[in-house]
C-alpha cells in the first residue's frame, strides 16, 4: 500500500544528543514537509522541501536539520541546540508544491521526549 | 499572510447528537480551506476540503462543511456523532493557485477542537 512511513514511534533523547527521525514515502510526491505538534498549538511547519536536494525552512527551522537526498526519504534531525524537543513530530508529502489546493497527506508521527 | 482561529478547544457532545466545529480565517488573498482529523497518536486524515464552486463541502464519515466568504468561516458539521468520532479536529487554509519560485502553499493550521463523543 502506498503511504508515508515515520520510524521511530517512539524515541528517548539525553540531553546534549542528536536524534534522527525517519521519513519514507513510497506515494512518487514530489514535495515532503516536517511538522512539530504540542498540545493546544496546532501543527508549527519546520523544514519542507520541494524537490531532491533542495529544502527550505519553515517557521521553526532552529535546532533542526534536514536533507533531501532521494525523493522517497527526508530524514529530521534534532540537534542538541533545540532547546524544547519534546513533541509530536509529523513527517507530510504532497504530489506537486506548486498547486496549493492538492492535498497533504501524513505519516503517523515520532513522539520524542528529552530525559 | 494566514491564520486560523478555532474557537473551540473541547467540545464535549452526546452521541446521536448533532455537532459543529467551529473555525475562522484570516487572509488577505483567496484561499483554499480544509478540515484535518487526528485520532489519538496516529498522523493526520483529511475529512473535506474547500476549492471552489458549492460552499456546502460533503466529506468522509459524513462531516459536511460550508464555506461563508463574508464571514471567512468554515464551519465543520454532522448531524448525528458516534463514539467513533471522538478525535481532535484541525482546521486549516492555503492561499489559492499556482505557487512558484520559492513559495510553498503553505498549510496553515488553527489550534485544534477535541471532540469527545459521550455515551
Known amino acids: 500500500d502506498g503511504g508515508i512511513t515515520q520510524s521511530p514511534k517512539y524515541l528517548f533523547r539525553k540531553e546534549g544528543q542528536n536524534v534522527t527521525l525517519s521519513c519514507e514515502q513510497n506515494?512518487?510526491?514530489?514535495?515532503m514537509y516536517w511538522y512539530r505538534q504540542d498540545p493546544g498549538q496546532g501543527l508549527r511547519l519546520i523544514y519542507y522541501?520541494?524537490?531532491?536536494?533542495?529544502?527550505q525552512k519553515g517557521d521553526i527551522a532552529e535546532g533542526y536539520s534536514v536533507s533531501r537526498e532521494k525523493k522517497e526519504s527526508f530524514p529530521l534531525t534534532v540537534t542538541s541546540a533545540q532547546k524544547n524537543p519534546t513533541a509530536f513530530y509529523l513527517c507530510?508529502?504532497?504530489?506537486?508544491?506548486?498547486?496549493?489546493?492538492?492535498?497533504?497527506?501524513f505519516g503517523e508521527g515520532s513522539w520524542l521526549t528529552v530525559v | 499572510a494566514q491564520s486560523v482561529t478555532q474557537l473551540d478547544s473541547q467540545v464535549p457532545v452526546f452521541e446521536e447528537a448533532p455537532v459543529e466545529l467551529r473555525c475562522n480565517y484570516s487572509?488577505?488573498?483567496?484561499?483554499?480551506l480544509f478540515w484535518y482529523v487526528q485520532y489519538p497518536n496516529q498522523g493526520l486524515q483529511l475529512l473535506l476540503k474547500?476549492?471552489?464552486?458549492?460552499?456546502l463541502v460533503k466529506g468522509i464519515n459524513g462531516f459536511e462543511a460550508e464555506f461563508n466568504k463574508s464571514q471567512t468561516s468554515f464551519h465543520l458539521r454532522k448531524p448525528s456523532v458516534h463514539i467513533s468520532d471522538t478525535a481532535e479536529y484541525f482546521c486549516?487554509?492555503?492561499?489559492?493557485?499556482?505557487?512558484?519560485?520559492?513559495?510553498?502553499?503553505?498549510?496553515?493550521f488553527g489550534q485544534g477542537t477535541i471532540l469527545t463523543v459521550h455515551p
Open positions: 474547500y476549492l471552489s464552486g458549492s460552499t
Open positions: 487572509s488577505s488573498v483567496s484561499v483554499y
Open positions: 486549516a487554509v492555503s492561499a489559492t493557485g499556482f505557487v512558484g519560485g520559492t513559495s510553498y502553499g503553505k498549510l496553515t
Open positions: 522541501s520541494q524537490i531532491v536536494n533542495d529544502f
Open positions: 507530510a508529502s504532497k504530489r506537486t508544491p506548486y498547486l496549493s489546493g492538492n492535498t497533504i497527506y
Open positions: 506515494l512518487n510526491h514530489d514535495a
